[in-house]
């Protein structure tokens, strides 16, 4: 079963001169891990938005399980698909727990009040993503790395087939970057689709079923890890030469490629 | 926020607009006590204290706190849906452009026409302002740049303010006395009349938007975030922006400009009881008319027997409070 499909997908920002996104086809598969990878300003977010339906192509089609996106309302959307954007600057008063909360609102319409059913899936999404502890804090006071899970944790209260992440883990520690792609695999075994935007070669080579590697708004390569990752290919697109490594163990990446990057200018 | 904090905070604050609106019915050029008051609200006892009760005090508070309601619930809005803690109708210029409108129907003589035509012409009034607001502040850089909607709200405001001043040129002496009024605000005008023709306003505009709380609590993170989690985002904010500024659009058409109401009640309620806007609006509603009733009260008495613009209160009291956040955001 294919979750997104695209075909010819092209899309341009008012008053740019290029295409962000220009003849994308791809497929992501339900149940698996897709990473879409690329250099800054390869079309990666706005991919992902036009998948996900918050922008219209200028060309082509995307369909979610297979209908048209635009078929879907949002709140349908909402139901299937749970979703952490980059940054939100929050300048109210918030805690943890009522922004993980917020999760429910897609499954409660206007009017209808929290459930016990509701509250089952805020309890267990804090749980899986390990904010139970700070469910009084105010966002504020939180570290990059727990307001990141934290949205994880709201994305997950959804209690959404799928999900899709852009650059979860930017400017997060190892501990806290480690965490949130070992949670991601968790949830893959679990049956949930996830479409995952990173500039992490290695931790997207170790984690992916899939890699979609952008270049310039086009697929520059597409496939599984060790068909993407090689040599010539990464130097292309990155313009940086690099090496090829192989993950040496122990665990479950044993063997998997890894770029290393040169030093020196190039 | 559980139902039941919920709950007890929002008859808390029933209750303290319930004792501010006694407290606001006693106090005056004339003090009276509780008993006569209520002998007075049943049509007995001394005729003149009947009149004073029924005729000037009671409309003039409903009125006084329905305003504030309106001030309040529109602030509220408006800072979600520009997720900016400093927003109000009066700092956005929205207040200005409804009084530019009410001024405009006056002076066409379109108001002795028709009672209903005033809120409708400032309704016009607050929606170009807003308009101008966001459309400014698009044009010099990002919309929801604190600073820069700020700016846009202050040029915006102080235009309306000299279109004021133009037809004050050319007005007659009726007219002048009427800019003035809507330049400064007041409630001294206060009928039976005018508290219905606001509350027709406030009721369904109040209904709409508490439907859109839980959109409104997402629109205040972000709209990406808002679309994610099924929000219908330009829809949702087409009728917020409309519904709040219908709010201020019909205080400011009864009761002229007045200021900070609606900046400073949401963040007392925040404060206190956090953001969740399906209990922020109904409690800054509540709130907002207190404030209001109890700043007219002061109006009234404390230079009795002159009464100060009430506007001037509410700045006495809203402009450390906007400095105060203002710090505290470090914006």
Partial sequence: MITWRCRNLTFRYPEAAAYAVDGVSLEVPHGACTAVLGPNGSGKSTLLRLLLGVLQPLGGEVAFRDRPVRAWTRDAVAREVGVVPQGEEIVFPLSVRELVAMGRYPHLGPWRREGPRDVDAIVEAMTRCDVTPLADRPIATLSGGERQLARIARALAQQPGALALDEPTVALDMRHEMAIFELLRDLGRRGVTILLVTHNLNLAARYADQLVLLDGGRVAAYGTPGDVLNRELVEAVYRWPVRMLHHPGPGPDEGVPQVVPLGGRP | MTPKRAAVGLAALAALLALALVFSVRFGAVALDARAILRALGGEGDP????????????????????????????????????????????????????????????????????????????????????????????????????????????????????????????????????????????????????????????????????????????????????????????????????????????????????????????????????????????????????????????????????????????????????????????
């Avoid at chain 2, 309040?72 to 520009?82: D, E, I, K, P, T």
């Avoid at chain 2, 109000?88 to 066409?108: E, F, T």
């Fill in chain 2, 48 to 331: 003149s204290t009947v009149a004073i009760v029924q005729g000037l005090r009671l409309p003039r508070a409903v009125q006084a706190a329905l305003v504030g309601a309106a001030l309040a619930a529109s602030g509220a809005a408006f800072q979600a849906l520009l997720r900016n803690p400093l927003a109000d109708p009066y700092i956005l210029g929205v207040s200005g452009g409804a009084a530019v409108g009410a001024v405009g129907a006056v002076v066409l003589g379109w108001s002795g026409a028709d009672v209903w035509v005033t809120p409708l012409a400032a309704f016009v009034g607050a929606l170009v302002a807003i308009a101008l607001v966001l459309r400014i502040a698009v044009i010099v850089g990002h919309a929801l740049d604190t600073r820069i909607l700020l700016l846009a709200g202050v040029v915006v405001g102080a235009f309306f303010n000299a279109c004021i001043l133009l037809v004050l040129t050319f007005a007659d002496v009726e007219s002048f006395r009427s800019a003035i009024f809507w330049m400064m605000g007041s409630l001294s005008s206060a009928t039976w009349t005018r508290a219905l023709l606001l509350s027709a306003y406030l009721v369904p505009a109040l209904i709409l938007l508490l439907g859109m709380a839980r959109a409104l609590n997402l629109l205040a993170i972000g709209e990406e975030t808002a679309a994610y989690l099924g929000t219908s985002v330009e829809r949702t904010k087409l009728v917020a922006y409309a519904a709040a500024s219908l709010l201020a659009a019909a205080a400011v058409a009864v009761s002229g400009v007045i200021g900070f109401v609606g900046l400073i009640t949401p963040h007392v309620v925040r404060l206190i009881w956090g953001n969740d806007y399906r209990f922020l609006i109904p409690a800054a509603t509540l709130l907002g008319a207190t404030f209001l009733l109890l700043a007219d009260a002061l109006a009234r008495t404390v230079a009795a027997p002159t009464e100060l613009p009430v506007g001037v209160v509410t700045a006495f009291v809203g402009v450390p409070f906007f400095v105060w956040l203002l710090r505290r955001r470090g914006a």
